[in-house]
């Protein structure tokens, strides 16, 4: 037990700062309930999906730049392929756009291992080229969306047998991520690949050795995430009802929440849960600087040192543990 | 992790307090995706001094901020659950936010989009009158140039929204003048160097013309006809700081200025205000109409004399006010304060 708590203390901890939060948001603002939950969920959806992704390639000891790029080819795609078609012809379009995202991801790793150009540069050149894909497939914003897959992610769950009341507390939008997230991650992290993907970026060398194909594993790294980044951009077709070629603000927050989640930029050290709820985390103190209507221009210096003293604070912990 | 929580706490009780003070009057909460923008910064500068002025703004809330449509998605849903009366916003496009625009008005709130128009019925949209910018402004060319000879008609973005109603402007003020005619048509791009090497080639045809009418891309433009030695003809452009300066100092020049201010987020500001006074406007979309500084008249010359502060940001555009909506000064929408601030 003592053992489980160490090892997740992170991820425990930033539960609790969640918690804490949601009361203090409680506190300033009444009326904060179900409809609160809901767009707080909506919001962080495309975050999760951005921080997912950038997630996987950094236990892979890589960075991927070109994630926001991503989510706008796929969000661009998804868009255009739902203008005109029909709700059934909408399941093969999603299938189509994630199968983009695991090509563009493969591509990504792919040149990397190929060319042995190091991890951000690669990214940061392809972070171009997708913007670039995204302009083509759309000038501007436009394109549809299927209608049950706006619905996905509207309100409050509601599941067949079990009352609502016990379950529409809980927005449709976070039980998205959570089930996509499992169902991709879960079993990675349980085969071999999950194990050499936290191998490879732990020590490459000592992996090597081990008889990993760091190359293999590195390109399924990027993969994942080129998958995630595909979720990402549906996610934000599901919200805006079409398709945005212009990659909005996802890169830098899914650094940032990697970091805050409890992920060594190092590579190697990390998992799933903690960003994700650093993401949440994030999106709430947006909230609560508007509803405390904070000058503008202070609300982003008060989310960049909230981070840096939760990180710091979260060190000077973990040195103390290690002493006692 | 006690000391965690006890941080957050600390932190959280720091902040808290700034939200605390409560006034009487509306609550009006402030979405625009564009900063650093000095258009847009003269948006929100004129949303802040409307609402101060107006006496009738107990608080604004205002998310300003890079982001996308998905990222003012949140900044609404923020702005609904702070419980506002009203919410000024500058889509980030026309059909990416009506999801959010609905839930608010669903929930009593009144939207008002400034400057470009959304797909959401039930949002209230006050913009700057593209069409008339371009019909008072080709007019007023038109008759500077004794209603006869050609014209250069430089246009703004192939395809873009405030083009294509500018340019329904310009046909209809050409119809009233048979004998001017379209000497040449180019886009511009609202780009600088594109429609100043655009004029430089048109002048060294030779073919001769008396006019230019332009989508403000002007002080280039005056440039290039300096710069070569061309005798000026007369010249349209918008309110930019740059040519309007040319319009109080170039020697020669006879132009005019039509605005196309910033300062529509304040007249947005002022719709809100009174829609929740209960003085709702008889159509959804609320059309501001331009004015035009001509330096050939004493009006327009005392216009453009008065355009010419210092203290105003040379990157704004210099209208900073809209007669009958905007009711501040010139000081307090340079100082840029809010209610409460």
Known sequence: ?324 | MKRLLQGTAALGLAFGFAGMAHAEGYKIGISNTVQGNGWREEMVCAMKAQALVSGKVASLNIAHRNTDAAGQLEDIRNLIQAGVNAIVVNPANADGINAAIKEATDAGIVVVAVDQAVTEPSAYILSNNQEQYAYIGAKWLFETMGGKGSVVYMRGAAGAGADNDRDAGFKRALAEFPDVKVAQEVFTGWQQDQGKQQILDYIATGVPFEGVWTSGIDNVIVDAFVESGTPLVPIVGADNAGFVGQLATVEGLVGAAVTNPGSVGGAGVALAIQILDGQKPASNTVLVDPSLWANNTDDGKAQIAAAQNPNLDPEWPVSVSIPGWTTYSMDEIIACKGPGE
């Not at chain 1, 379009?93 to 199968?99: H, S």
């Not at chain 1, 990402?232 to 070629?245: F, N, V």
């Open chain 1, 1 to 324: 037990m003592t053992r489980l708590l160490q090892k997740n203390g992170w991820t425990l901890g930033l539960a609790l700062l969640f918690a804490a939060l949601l009361v203090f948001t409680k506190v300033i603002q009444p009326g904060f309930g179900l409809s609160g939950l809901d767009s707080l969920a909506r919001a962080a959806l495309p975050f999760a999906f951005a921080t997912a992704a950038m997630t996987v390639v950094v236990l892979a000891g890589g960075i991927d730049l070109s994630v926001a790029s991503m989510m706008a080819v796929a969000s661009v795609t998804g868009a255009r392929l739902m203008e005109g078609a029909t709700e059934a012809e909408s399941v093969w379009i999603v299938g189509f756009v994630l199968l983009v995202g695991l090509a563009m991801g493969a591509l990504n790793g792919a040149l990397i291992v190929l060319t042995k150009v190091p991890d951000i540069v690669v990214t940061l050149s392809m972070l171009f080229v997708w913007e670039g894909v995204a302009l083509l497939i759309l000038q501007g914003p436009e394109g549809a969306c299927a209608v049950w897959l706006t619905e996905l992610i509207k309100g409050g769950l509601t599941l067949p047998l079990i009352p609502a009341a016990l379950t529409v507390w809980f927005p449709k939008a976070a039980v998205l991520v959570i089930v996509v997230v499992a169902l991709v991650w879960v079993p990675v992290r349980r085969s071999k690949l999950g194990l050499s993907i936290y191998a490879i970026g732990s020590d490459p060398l000592a992996a090597f050795r081990s008889g990993i194909s760091l190359g293999r594993t590195r390109i399924a790294a990027y993969a994942i995430a080129g998958l995630f980044a595909a979720f990402g951009g549906l996610a934000l077709t599901m919200s805006t009802g079409i398709g945005e070629p212009i990659p909005g603000p996802y890169l830098m927050a899914s650094v940032a929440a990697v970091v805050l989640g409890g992920v060594a930029l190092t590579g190697g050290k990390g998992g799933l849960v903690g960003p994700i709820l650093a993401v949440f985390i994030l999106r709430l103190v947006r909230l609560d600087l508007t509803l405390m209507s904070v000058d503008p221009n202070v609300t982003t210096i008060v989310e960049g040192t909230i981070m840096v003293v939760v990180v710091m604070f979260g060190g000077i912990l973990a040195v103390r543990g290690r002493k006692r």
